[in-house]
């Protein structure tokens, strides 16, 4: 019977193909929203001027109103992203995708022949919550670009792991922990 302290290698690949798949829709809302539009408020636009600061050169995101940016799209769909990171990192034995892997996938699948230490991919559950954050509140203070960038920066991590296996927060993460800067060392490391 495999240690309980150990999980399934394959649940966080599967999570992170769906995180991809979701990541890689906010970045395409991202590039076709407000965040990369530059001087152009739509029908705004064209109504009598009430906020003479409008200036046609400048970035949209920077001149509409704290509520149409929380509104953009692909801010709806990056808070949303976060917001199940967050659910990752504090309870991961409840995530969405732990429980529709186990509860779903698994039992389809032969038994697992590869367990890991959970500490590394909740370390980067973390690091994409992190990341997404960071594009969320520059959006929200109207920094061009922020919001894309940030969604494709996390898309980039969640595909390498997804496709490849490569989990660069759980590299991360060992690199911190070789530095002993987080988790525990073990008996090697003295």
Request: hydrophobic letters at 55%.
């Amino acid at each position: 019977m495999p240690d309980p302290s150990r999980i399934d290698a394959r649940g966080p690949r599967f999570a992170a193909s769906i995180t991809a798949a979701l990541l890689l829709v906010a970045t395409a809302l991202g590039l076709v929203g407000i965040s990369t539009r530059r001087g152009d408020l739509g029908w705004v636009a064209y109504q009598p001027a009430a906020d003479a600061t409008f200036r046609p050169d400048a970035w949209t995101v920077q001149q509409v109103s704290f509520q149409d940016r929380v509104a953009d799209p692909g801010f709806v769909l990056l808070l949303v992203i976060a917001l199940l990171f967050v659910w990752g990192v504090a309870w991961p034995r409840t995530a969405p995708w732990g429980v529709v892997y186990r509860r779903l996938v698994q039992p389809r699948l032969a038994p697992p022949t590869e367990f890991e230490d959970p500490r590394p991919p909740r370390f980067a559950q973390g690091v994409g919550l992190f990341v997404t954050a960071a594009g969320l509140l520059l959006h929200l203070v109207g920094v061009p670009w922020a919001l894309p960038i940030a969604a494709a920066m996390a898309f980039v991590a969640a595909f390498l792991n997804a496709v490849f296996g490569l989990c660069l927060g759980c590299q991360l993460y060992l690199v911190l922990q070789r530095a002993g800067l987080i988790g525990r060392r073990g008996p090697a490391a003295a």
